[in-house]
């Protein structure tokens, strides 16, 4: 099994940053995509941030230009920083990865409260 350790969540001002970390148990090694999603009260949960395996990464429409998904080989550690952040930004977040041995819909980590208010 793979256990997937979130941090970096908190209360941010408008227009603040935060840089979310996933670690990961296990190497990186044969894994397919690394993914954030969110989840806000009443909405159902999107996916905000994708990094393939091949280095393609893919944003919502509402986080481009603002967010930036990269990753540390060495610490097995997927990041989404988070800059100009706006309430609408308020959710869980959690990560995804999937490796190609992995069940289909991969592992999640336990999730990190980002919320944005003055």
């Known amino acids: 099994q793979v256990q997937l350790v979130e941090s970096g969540g908190g209360l941010v001002q408008p227009g603040g940053s935060l840089r979310l970390s996933c670690a990961a148990s296990?190497?990186?090694?044969?894994?397919?995509?690394m993914g954030w999603y969110r989840q806000a009260p009443g909405k159902q949960r999107e996916l905000v941030a994708a990094?393939?395996?091949?280095?393609?990464?893919n944003y919502a429409d509402s986080v481009k230009g603002r967010f930036t998904v990269s990753r540390d080989n060495a610490k097995n550690t997927v990041y989404l920083r988070m800059n100009s952040l706006k309430p609408e930004d308020t959710a869980v977040y959690y990560c995804?990865?999937?490796?190609?041995?992995?069940?289909?819909?991969?592992?999640w980590g336990q999730g990190t409260q980002v919320t944005v208010s003055s």
């Open positions: 995804n990865l999937r490796w190609d041995w992995a069940p289909t819909n991969g592992y």
């Open positions: 296990r190497s990186f090694f044969g894994i397919n995509a």
């Open positions: 990094l393939t395996s091949g280095g393609s990464t």
